[in-house]
Structures are given as structure tokens and as C-alpha cells.
């Protein structure tokens, strides 16, 4: 059934949306990933909690935002070498959202936002809205789920690096979509030493490397100190900064 209080387009008929357009102003696109998330979570992780927070922020900037089929897939190659992951190439991504904008621009919407759940897919995101931008004559923004709520995890989440099936991310699973999460599996990161920890953000240098150059399991931080708890005050201050930042836009 359709949500009352959310314009959900996977939710309604076509005659329901020609009633939503009118006060329309923003497509929100959630943006997830498939790829594996240690032994602890599934692989489709990513693009179900873009899809639910999308859901959330869509419904607190009713009836102004619609939301748009999730792209379930997203940029993953440094996560190929481990069974499951699917990766777009960035080529592809771009043409997808600029396909689904072309389409939405046809119907009378000239905003975009991307909700992106996965750090992955930023640095295309951010050529993508230069190209986008110019050739659709379009406003897109972007936006990573959470990351508005950094304070609340700089304060709540123990592990000094996180941000992948870590005490953060499970812990925002468990508050949103609990089925995501194997409980009696979860795990702390195998780290091994390597030249990832001189290509990390705050370095002089950047650059590529496979995930499993720097954790055996796949996974960062510490899922066994993640709770629903943390996750619901990660979530809901981001979704409350979001929703306050888009308006702000409108």
C-alpha cells in the first residue's frame, strides 16, 4: 500500500503521481552498493539503507520530495576480490542517474538529490554533478546517508577507524533494518599491515587499494560494540539535519 504521508514512486500508480507533482520539488535517489560487508552483514546492506533512510527523509519533506527506485549497485571495485561483489563502473553510474534525471525532467522535476550510502561512490558522484548539472540544466546535490551526524559518532562509536561493517554501520543496520545483520557472527576487523595505511584521508598521499590488503574479513572497526541504540541517535540527527539542509535549498 502507499505510504499517505510519502510520495514512494515504487509505491504508486501513475494516477497518483499526476495528483503528487504539482507540489513536487525534489527527487531523492537512494544509491547504495552491492558488495560483501565481512561476515556479519549482506551484501545488499548498502542499498537497503539508502532505500530507508530515503523513505524517512522523504516523509519529513512531504509533499514537496518524491523518492525514486534505489540503484542497488554502486562503485566497488577495491571490494571485487571478495565472493559476491558487483561493481559499476563509474561510467555507468553517471549514465544511469542521467538517464533517471532525464526521465524525472520530462515529468517536471528539475531537483535532485542523491542519497548516497556508500563512500565508494562519492568521487564519482562529484563528477557526475559537474557533468549532470550543465548538460540536463538541472540542480543535483548529493548527500552521504549519515554523515551529517559525524559528531554523534565521533562521540558514540569507540573504534578509531571506522565506516565499513563496522560498530557505526552495523549499528545504523540494526536500528533500520535489523534482517541485514547476522548477530551471532559479528566481528571486530583483522587488520594486516600494508601500504593502505599510507593512502588513508589525512595523508599526503591518496590512492587505490583492495580492501583485503587491509582487513582479512572485510570489515573495519567493531561490530561487536555496535546496538540499535547507537544507531537510532546516528540516524535520526542525520535525518533531522538532512531534511533541514534540503529545505534550505528549496
Not at 85 to 98: E, G, V
Not at 167 to 187: F, G, I, Q, T
Request: with cysteine; hydrophobic share 40%.
Amino acid at each position: 500500500m502507499p505510504n499517505p504521508n510519502a510520495y514512494i514512486l515504487t509505491q504508486m500508480t501513475w494516477p497518483e503521481v499526476e495528483q503528487a507533482l504539482p507540489t513536487v520539488k525534489i527527487a531523492i535517489i537512494p544509491l547504495g552498493a552491492h558488495e560483501q560487508h565481512g561476515p556479519h552483514m549482506v551484501e545488499s546492506c548498502d542499498a537497503v539503507l539508502a532505500e530507508e533512510m530515503g523513505k524517512r527523509l522523504t516523509e519529513k519533506l512531504y509533499p514537496e520530495a518524491v523518492m525514486t527506485p534505489t540503484i542497488n549497485m554502486g562503485v566497488s571495485p577495491h571490494h571485487l576480490h571478495f565472493p559476491g561483489t558487483i561493481s559499476l563502473d563509474p561510467t555507468t553510474l553517471i549514465a544511469i542517474l542521467r538517464d533517471m534525471m532525464k526521465s524525472l525532467k520530462q515529468h517536471g522535476i528539475g531537483q535532485f538529490l542523491i542519497l548516497n550510502s556508500h563512500g565508494g561512490n562519492q568521487s564519482t558522484l562529484g563528477v557526475a554533478v559537474d557533468i549532470l548539472t550543465r548538460e540536463l540544466d538541472v540542480r543535483i546535490y548529493y548527500a552521504k546517508t549519515t554523515a551529517s551526524a559525524k559528531d554523534v559518532m565521533d562521540r558514540r562509536i569507540e573504534s578509531k577507524l571506522y565506516g565499513h561493517s563496522c560498530d557505526r554501520e552495523v549499528s545504523e543496520a540494526m536500528y533500520l533494518a535489523p534482517h541485514l545483520v547476522r548477530p551471532d557472527k559479528l566481528e571486530a576487523a583483522d587488520y594486516q599491515e600494508g601500504r593502505w595505511k599510507k593512502l588513508r584521508p589525512g595523508n599526503p598521499l591518496q590512492g587505490f587499494y583492495y580492501y583485503e590488503e587491509m582487513t582479512r574479513n572485510g570489515c573495519i572497526g567493531d561490530a561487536t560494540k555496535a546496538s540499535a541504540e547507537i544507531g537510532k541517535e546516528i540516524v535520526e540527527t542525520a535525518l533531522e539535519r538532512l531534511a533541514k539542509a534540503v529545505q534550505e535549498v528549496l
